[in-house]
């Protein structure tokens, strides 16, 4: 066929194969995927001779020794604390105000509070346990059947890769070059989308099966329990208001945001007497045992890309894939299936190290607007978090609640419709992404 002579013109050989089969092989047997992208990009640098051994370590270095990385453990520290000084079930309780007025009000908030939460801490497996615990058996009950309360909230943690400050986005400016902040800005309207999406879902299913009963608030007394609910409860919105505000007015870097939100929550969790010296060790241990796995991957992306580069790897995949087909739809709905296909199997990290340096000279080659294509990608990756019957957060709602994975995966179904309809308006709509961006971007 047409596609694989253009890979072989590459001339690939095992210098590219026999690190590919290691990958595999070692993701099959569960072996941590750092040490998986670790182990395949050495042995494609020895076997290709694209960079000597001795500058292996440098290589690594390399890849981590950028600012803007110190962002991800703050994110990731600054969800830690939300959860131990009980800040998050501040935001679930305003979230349940805002939304009680409407028929299945509780699920709303279900979704609000996983948007709001994942966002700030970065991670979607993170939001969907610390959420799940929070609302499974509350939605429950509510009335809501326990595998579909666990699809909502799989669902609602998507979000957070795709709202920003997300940690995906800072990875992916960092793989390909690009501006965190930038990222942010164009990632604000399609994590939104993606947001309205997943609620407009929960609407629907619920006018078709009534699974929430109770009898909506008139307009006067949501607005009377909205107030006694903020009242209560507006401090915990002074941790995302100073990440959004800084970050999106230009004050702060997303790293200053990281560092400046983990300050105030510590001071509200001591204020509040949540929060004493002695939860500090369980709290680093645990943020440390994420980042050990983030930042292992980041360090051998330089590497694998620079491997990857020389054996012309991007090239071949962009002939190959021109030579199916040169319209630019078909060839954009071919990186969609594949980005979904990554997520169900892959955390975000590993995808973008991976995938980025491969996809982007396509995008490039039919005329994507870069920033468009980072939006399309990560959002992609989200969906298939929850895609059947592979989606990572399936498994994470599945572990924490013992649900059957195939029960969720089939409630699942009307989410993934409704986020691939926002997938592919963000993919053919240039104007989603970059309507906020200056003009130099559009």
Known sequence: ??????????????????????????CVLAIPVW??????????????????????????????????????????LTGDVLVRTGLSRKFLDVAEALTCWTKGGFGSATVLVCGMFSAISGSDAAGAAAVG????????????????????????????????????????????????????????????AILLSILITN????????????????????????GRTLKHGWYAFLVPGIIFYGIFSGRLTPTEAGATAVVVTIILGFVLRTLTLADFPSML??????????????????PLAQALAILGVPQGFVAAATSVSENPAILILMMIVILIAAGCVMETTPNIVILAPILKPLADDIGMNEIQFCIMMVTTLGVGFITPPLGLNLFVVSGITGESILKIA????????????VVLFIAFVPAISTTLLPEIYQ
């Open 1 to 26: 066929m047409l596609w694989q002579q253009q890979l072989n013109a590459v001339e690939l050989g095992w210098d590219f194969y026999l690190p590919v089969a290691i990958f595999i092989i070692m």
């Open 35 to 76: 040490a998986a992208i670790g182990s395949a990009a050495i042995a494609m640098l020895l076997l290709s001779g694209a960079l000597p051994l001795s500058l292996v370590g440098e290589s690594l270095f390399d890849g981590i020794d950028a600012f803007a990385l110190t962002a991800i453990p703050l994110f990731i």
């Open 133 to 192: 615990r929070m609302t499974i058996d509350r939605l429950v009950e509510s009335g809501y059947p326990r595998p579909y309360a666990c699809a909502l909230v799989a669902a609602g943690a998507c979000t957070g890769i795709l709202i920003p400050p997300s940690i995906a986005y800072i990875i992916l400016g960092l793989v390909l070059g690009i501006s965190a902040s930038t990222l942010f800005l164009a990632a604000l309207i399609p994590g939104l």
């Open 203 to 226: 609407i629907i299913v619920n006018r078709i099966y009534s699974y929430e009963g109770g009898k909506p608030m008139s307009f006067g007394e949501w607005a009377a329990n909205l």
């Open 285 to 302: 241990v645990s943020s440390a045992k994420v980042n050990g796995v983030i930042l292992p991957i980041i360090a051998f992306s330089l």
């Open 410 to 421: 089939a409630r699942a179904v009307p989410f993934v419709f409704f986020m691939l309809i």
